[in-house]
């Protein structure tokens, strides 16, 4: 069975987790939510933290490299282990499961769908706290918020702060 894109990581884990990552994800909503002057870190670290997907391919070459070099170094019986890695991860790509997934969750990590939901959630609430003058920020951060950035000042950066004329 080959699962849909979308939603396959979250079919394949125990509703118990994904109800522990989603009680996380929403706690960390409602404490920016009070605390907005923190957002923008926060979205700066959600563009750093690593989703389900990213884990795996990391794990999975780096123990497949590591059994190639095992299997020139001592012997050829280390090919078992890429064989079985590399296995492990397709059957991930086709059905949104594989051996490691369960520990991974359970470790917290979470999908690019779910980091993506706490992230427009943030910008949303950011926007509706600050509305057009905190857009500069995510300019600054590598954020595309809209095109209505245009409508800014070039004269303001972050935080609405004036900044100094530069002289022709």
């Avoid at 997934?101 to 779910?114: D, K, M, N, S």
Wanted: glycine letters at 6%; proline letters at 6%.
């Amino acid at each position: 069975m080959i699962a849909t894109s979308a939603d396959r990581v979250t079919e394949n884990t125990d509703p118990k987790v994904n109800e522990q990552i989603r009680i996380n994800t929403d706690a960390n909503i409602t404490f920016y939510s009070e605390h907005p002057h923190l957002i923008s870190r926060r979205l700066r670290e959600l563009d750093e933290e690593w989703d389900v997907e990213r884990v795996l391919e990391t794990g999975s070459s780096a123990l497949s490299l590591f059994g190639l070099g095992m299997s020139i170094l001592r012997s050829r019986k280390w090919l078992i282990l890429p064989l079985a890695v590399q296995s492990f991860f397709l059957q991930h790509a086709l059905q949104g499961w594989c051996p490691p997934l369960p520990v991974i969750r359970r470790l917290g990590f979470r999908t690019a769908q779910e980091i993506d939901f706490e992230r427009c959630t943030l910008k949303a609430k950011l926007h509706n706290e600050y509305g057009n003058e905190q857009e500069g920020n995510f300019e600054d951060e590598g954020e595309d918020m809209s095109d209505s950035r245009s409508t800014q000042s070039s004269a303001t950066g972050p935080m609405n702060e004036p900044q100094p004329e530069i002289a022709p």
